[in-house]
């Protein structure tokens, strides 16, 4: 268990999670119901001090340990909750509740996977305490860059955690209240519960886009709040 913790990454825009064994078993007594959980947050373009408050918190965060991965998504929950104005859509799913530990990582990967193959490049990543790497994002062949501003932004959390955090969710998101009850559930996950945890937000450049219709097709689970 612990094994899987220290190793996994946290990123800030995105980054690759190395995939490493549990030391849980099925079975085992130290294999504890564990929760997987991806928390999507779909915002106003505007928000564009959310963006530097995201690469900051990239920048600084210690993606090495778990205590690191537990401030990293208290941080990013934070400039959410400040931000309810620019909410516009949301979606939260949980794995089952009964899944154990050492299912989970599976999962989690799987999870993971399926939020970066939706983007075509990273352009500011933090992975397992190595630091900041930053690109330029690519123009494909005919593709212009837009100068214009993006309409929306999409923040993707991605949490595997022991404890209670499932249960801490909402049944069901009709709102900006529920939303706001599942972000203070991801906030709460402790240094002791953390086993993972992925940050993903695009466009991260100003200079990106993300229209509407984008959004949706890349996130077809959001509602609006």
Not at 38 to 60: E, H, I, N, P, Y
Not at 137 to 149: A, C, D, F, H, N
Not at 156 to 173: D, F, N
């Amino acid at each position: 268990m612990e094994s899987w913790r220290q190793s996994r990454s946290a990123t800030a825009f995105v980054a690759a999670s190395p995939v490493t064994l549990l030391s849980a078993r099925a079975g085992d007594p130290d294999d504890p119901p564990t929760s997987v959980v991806t928390v999507k947050v779909g915002l106003l373009a505007s928000a564009r001090q959310l963006q530097r408050d995201l690469d900051a918190v990239a920048q600084r965060a210690n993606t090495a340990s778990a205590r690191g991965l537990a401030e990293l998504l208290q941080e990013v929950v934070v400039a959410l909750v400040r931000n309810p104005d620019y909410w516009t859509h949301a979606s939260v799913n949980a794995a089952p509740s009964s899944m154990r530990l050492s299912e989970a990582e599976a999962e989690f990967g799987r999870r993971s996977l399926n939020e970066r193959v939706k983007l075509e490049e990273e352009t500011l990543s933090n992975v397992g305490g190595r630091g900041v790497q930053a690109t330029t994002r690519r123009v494909r062949p005919g593709e212009e860059l837009s100068s214009g501003p993006s309409e929306y932004i999409v923040v993707t959390l991605v949490v595997a955690a022991t404890g209670g955090l499932s249960k801490a969710l909402p049944r069901r998101l009709d709102g900006v209240a529920d939303l706001r009850a599942a972000l203070t559930a991801l906030g709460g996950v402790t240094t002791d519960d953390m086993q993972a945890c992925e940050v993903i937000w695009a466009p991260q450049s100003d200079t990106d886009t993300l229209t509407e219709r984008e959004m949706l097709a890349d996130h077809p689970d959001l509602v609006r709040v």
